[in-house]
């Protein structure tokens, strides 16, 4: 089993910038892809981004704006959110699975989640 936590989430204002992280362990030997989703209230969990050994994939909505990276060594995947809106405020997931995708139903491991406010 592989256990996921996130942190750094808050709140911040439009335009702003945060960065939120996600801690993994357990059996983390496996060669994993990260995603990272969010939902807000009243909507469907949705992907932002994903990354493999090394390549970022991102949905459109984010992209150019946000950024995720991973640092293996320490087991930790990282979101940087930039020119974050109104529309950015969720709770932001962090996901690990074994395939490339953009599919909630892709991801076996899940963080309890962390949530970013964006105000005006």
């Known amino acids: 089993q592989v256990q996921l936590v996130e942190s750094g989430g808050g709140s911040v204002q439009a335009g702003g910038s945060l960065r939120i992280t996600c801690a993994a362990s357990?059996?983390?030997?496996?060669?994993?892809?990260m995603a990272w989703f969010r939902q807000a209230p009243g909507k469907e969990r949705e992907f932002i981004a994903g990354?493999?050994?090394?390549?970022?994939f991102y949905a459109d909505s984010v992209k150019g704006r946000f950024t995720i990276s991973r640092d293996n060594s320490k087991k930790t995947v990282y979101l940087q959110m930039n020119s974050l809106t109104l529309e950015d405020t969720a709770v932001y997931y962090c996901?690990?699975?074994?395939?490339?995708?953009?599919?909630?139903?892709?991801?076996?491991?899940w963080g309890q989640g962390t949530q970013v406010t964006v105000s005006s």
């Open positions: 357990g059996r983390t030997n496996g060669n994993y892809v």
């Open positions: 996901a690990g699975g074994r395939d490339v995708s953009r599919q909630t139903r892709a991801y076996t491991f």
């Open positions: 990354i493999t050994w090394a390549s970022p």
